[in-house]
């Protein structure tokens, strides 16, 4: 059995088989009674995967969700960052994720020691990081931000004070474009939004004509000057759901188009494929690793867990705390 724990840990992942004819559904929402465990699926999950999720959305609103609840047991379905936010919000509670290997390209864009010395470079800049970070990257952060209040909390800045924005590049160009502020942007990006192109969209466009385009503002500029609309996830669905419109062009990762389809299953919601692809729908290669089997097998043996030093856990949560001050009083 040694041998077998030592392969699961080489891996990542737990890889023990699960019985032929299991319900892994139901096994899973069975195992969670029994170790009051919550499931968490960020939009961009597989389907399954968010159908069987306590709560289903945005990083941050997961993490402060499961925060709220009486679970001895996180289970993130997403990434790794994701899952050290949970642990960083709730340092009491057991944060599993289903495989390590689950990491973001956006994170890794931004190295935690490489942008400590971009930062220390700069004394004079107040440090902006959106939360698509690692807890480490957070650690050297004054306040971070969402998709979603990005815009308001860079201009709760006097326009004088200099700023840094990391770790996206898109998005921190779109801020400032709409902001009028020059930020120091880090040289980041999402490998999902940079795919997407103006070629596959404006072919799209011209098929549905009455479409409206929903972008994610972590899109390269010229994708996101087509918009209709511009926005997180979050923003990108309740507009979805509440237009009067009936077809969308939906310009962010495909697995949206899940809680999009089951929350307005009249319309119609088309996936704008990558530069580099045929196929129609752009996916994220690390969201895509964590499987039903994977949550199944990391409930039943509470593994493998995702731990944040202290140390850096009470650097990171500082400017987490701060973005949670600046969106109340500003009530966002």
Request: proline share 5%; charged share 25%.
């Amino acid at each position: 059995m040694e041998a077998v724990k030592e392969s699961w840990k080489a891996k990542g992942y737990i890889d023990e088989p699960v019985p032929e004819g299991t319900d892994l559904k139901a096994a899973i929402r069975q195992l969670c009674k029994e170790k009051n465990a919550v499931i968490l699926a960020h939009y961009y999950t597989e389907g399954d995967l968010q159908d069987i999720a306590d709560f289903v959305g945005d990083s941050l609103a997961l993490a402060r969700q499961a925060a709220r609840t009486e679970a001895d047991i996180i289970v993130m379905c997403g990434v790794h960052f994701m899952a050290e936010t949970n642990k960083i919000l709730s340092p009491e509670k057991k944060v599993l994720i289903p495989d390590l290997n689950a990491t973001c390209s956006l994170a890794e864009s931004c190295p935690a020691d490489a942008f400590a010395a971009f930062v220390k470079a700069h004394p004079d800049h107040k440090v902006i990081s959106y939360v698509n970070t690692s807890a480490a990257t957070k650690a050297v952060t004054d306040v971070v931000v969402t998709s979603g209040n990005a815009r308001e909390i860079v201009e709760s800045f006097p326009k004088e004070q200099k700023l840094i924005f990391g770790p996206d590049r898109n998005l921190g160009a779109y801020i400032n474009s709409i902001t009028g502020r020059d930020m120091l942007l880090w040289d980041g990006a999402c490998h999902v939004h940079e795919r997407f192109s103006t070629a596959k969209l404006v072919a799209l466009m011209k098929e549905h004509p009455g479409a409206k385009v929903l972008v994610h503002p972590e899109c390269k500029g010229p994708v996101v000057k087509l918009a209709d609309v511009v926005g997180s996830t979050a923003a990108l669905l309740k507009y979805a759901i509440q237009s009067e419109a009936d077809t969308f062009l939906v310009v962010t990762e495909s697995g949206i188009l899940h809680e999009m389809q089951r929350r307005a299953p009249g319309k119609t919601f088309i996936p704008v494929p990558p530069d580099d692809s045929t196929c129609g729908c752009n996916e994220c290669n690390y969201m895509r690793l964590i499987t039903l089997k994977k949550v199944y097998n990391s409930l039943r043996y509470e593994w493998p867990e995702v731990h944040v030093s202290a140390d850096i856990a009470a650097a990171a949560v500082k400017p987490i705390e701060r973005m949670l001050d600046i969106s109340a009083r500003l009530g966002l």
